[in-house]
């Protein structure tokens, strides 16, 4: 059986999304980051760092959401994760990219431009997250003038690891990014996105 520690509210969002391309049931423990249960020993056994999502495939432990979405993707032949080794690795470019330029960034932007409380917010976290989101956008924005993936012409796991992230972005103005705003809604709009999305607006 296949445990997953992590709320939809955090990274495991995209876990999530990859488990319902996948069709795969699992067992979820929709913990939210730094809740109780992720301090205990325990979980800390799973994951020291006492972060979500981390997984536990039959006693295989996994943490670090892109490396998780790799593993499943691999182990059950997922078609979004191509096995031609160039291929492979823009996927692998792409998701790790992600990591680097938009995980904190797109989070940062968001919460401080209009998620938190106005009292909370700060300004100046919200204006240096967005001028690093707006060069990854522009790199979005040239990629997906050329093809309708990041890829090409086929939806991949670069996509999905992707767009997963951008999810804070289907609600920020992205009017001068058009090609970025319909691949995004393109790819939120897959029927395991749909699935995975309704879990956070419930
Ligand atoms: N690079 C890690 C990041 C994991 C991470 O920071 N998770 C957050 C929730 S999205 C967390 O558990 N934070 C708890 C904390 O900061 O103590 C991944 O992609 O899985």
Redesign the pocket.
């Known amino acids: 059986m296949l445990h997953l520690y992590?709320?939809v509210?955090?990274?495991?969002m995209?876990n999530i999304w990859m488990l319902n391309e996948l069709g795969i049931s699992y067992d979820h423990k929709d913990w939210?980051?730094?809740a109780p249960e992720?301090k205990t020993p325990e979980f800390r056994a799973l994951n020291a760092?006492?972060?979500?999502?981390?997984i536990d495939d039959d006693g295989f432990v996994l943490?670090?959401?892109?490396?998780?979405n790799i593993y499943l993707a691999k182990k059950h032949k997922s078609p979004l994760y191509p096995a031609d080794a160039k291929k492979e690795a823009l996927v692998l470019q792409w998701s790790l990219w992600e990591?680097d330029r938009l995980?904190r960034q797109v989070?940062d932007y968001q919460r401080h431009s209009s998620q938190l409380p106005a009292a909370e917010r700060k300004a100046e976290v919200a204006e240096k997250a967005w001028g690093e989101c707006c060069p990854a956008f522009d790199v979005l924005e040239d990629t997906l003038k050329k093809s309708k993936f990041l890829l090409g012409a086929e939806f991949t796991m670069a996509d999905l690891n992707v767009a997963s992230a951008l999810y804070r972005a289907l609600t920020i103005d992205l009017a001068k990014w058009p090609h970025v705003q319909t691949w995004l809604k393109t790819c939120w709009d897959r029927p395991a996105a749909k699935k995975t999305r309704a879990l956070r607006e419930k």
């Open positions: 992590g709320s509210n955090s990274r495991a995209r939210l980051p730094r992720t760092n006492s972060r979500v999502p981390t943490s670090e959401s892109m490396a998780i990591t995980d989070v």
